[in-house]
C-alpha cells in the first residue's frame, strides 16, 4: 500500500516565478491538507480539501492556492514567488471521518 | 486561539537513558494532540495521538504520551533512548472543532541528540 507521495522531490525557481507541487494521497483517503515547514520551524497549515473544494485555509496570501482532482489528488499553487517562499512544502492525506493526517516526504523549495 | 508550545528546542540525552520532550498546549475546547517525528531529509511520521479516550497513550518504537488537562500538557516519554532515536519531535493539536482531520497547529519542535 503506497502512502502519500509527492513530486517533485526537489525545485529551484526565481522571485517572481509560479510553482505548482503535486500530492498523491494514501490509497483509502480522501481529504488532502498542505503545509509550509520553513527551516528550523515546525509546519504552518496552508490549506486543507475535500470533495474538490476548499474547506480551510490558514493565515496564507492569495499567492498561494490550491486544486483538488475527482482522484483525491492534489496540487499546490504558488504565484509571484518571495525568497521567503523557500521551505519544505507537506502534503498530508487523511480520510473525512476520524483519521489522523499522514504525511509524505515533501517538496524542498528553494527561490533564489 | 489554539496554539503548542515545546519547551526546549534542543534536548541531548545519553543512549539508554530517559527522554522526556516537553509540551504545553492551549485550548478553549478539549483538543485532539499529536506527537510526530521527522527524520532528516523527511516528512512527518505519526507516533502517537491523544482523542479524549485513555489520558496515558503508547505510540510507536516504545514512546507514550500522558494527557494532563490541569496542567494541559502531553509530554512525550521513552523509558530508554536508542541511537535511532534520534530526530525532530513536533507536538501538535487540531484545531477548534476540527477533530482528527483538521487543521494542525504544530510547535516549534524539539531536536533530540543521542550521545553513545
Known amino acids: 500500500d503506497a502512502g502519500v507521495t509527492q513530486s517533485p522531490t526537489h525545485l529551484i525557481k526565481t522571485r517572481g516565478q509560479q510553482v505548482t507541487l503535486r500530492c498523491s494521497p494514501k490509497s483509502g483517503h480522501d481529504t488532502v491538507s498542505w503545509y509550509q515547514q520553513a527551516l528550523g520551524q515546525g509546519p504552518q497549515f496552508i490549506f486543507q480539501?475535500?470533495?474538490?473544494?476548499?474547506?480551510q485555509r490558514g493565515n496564507f496570501p492569495d499567492r498561494f492556492s490550491g486544486h483538488q482532482f475527482p482522484n483525491y489528488s492534489s496540487e499546490l499553487n504558488v504565484n509571484a514567488l518571495l525568497l521567503g517562499d523557500s521551505a519544505l512544502y507537506l502534503c498530508?492525506?487523511?480520510?473525512?471521518?476520524?483519521?489522523?493526517?499522514?504525511f509524505g516526504p515533501g517538496t524542498r523549495l528553494t527561490v533564489l | 486561539a489554539q496554539s503548542v508550545t515545546q519547551l526546549g528546542s534542543h534536548v541531548s540525552v545519553s543512549e539508554g537513558a530517559l527522554v522526556l520532550l516537553r509540551c504545553n498546549y492551549s485550548s478553549s475546547v478539549p483538543p485532539y494532540l499529536f506527537w510526530y517525528v521527522q527524520y532528516p531529509n523527511q516528512g512527518l511520521q505519526l507516533l502517537l495521538k491523544?482523542?479524549?479516550?485513555?489520558?496515558l497513550v503508547k505510540g510507536i518504537n516504545g514512546f507514550e504520551a500522558e494527557f494532563k488537562k490541569s496542567e494541559t500538557s502531553f509530554h512525550l516519554t521513552k523509558p530508554s533512548a536508542h541511537m535511532s532515536d534520534a530526530a525532530e519531535y513536533f507536538c501538535a493539536v487540531s484545531g477548534p472543532g476540527s477533530g482528527n482531520t483538521g487543521k494542525l497547529i504544530f510547535g516549534q519542535g524539539t531536536t533530540l541528540q543521542v550521545k553513545p
Open positions: 491523544y482523542t479524549s479516550a485513555a489520558t
Open positions: 480539501y475535500y470533495e474538490e473544494e476548499e474547506r
Open positions: 498530508a492525506s487523511s480520510f473525512n471521518r476520524d483519521s489522523v493526517q499522514y
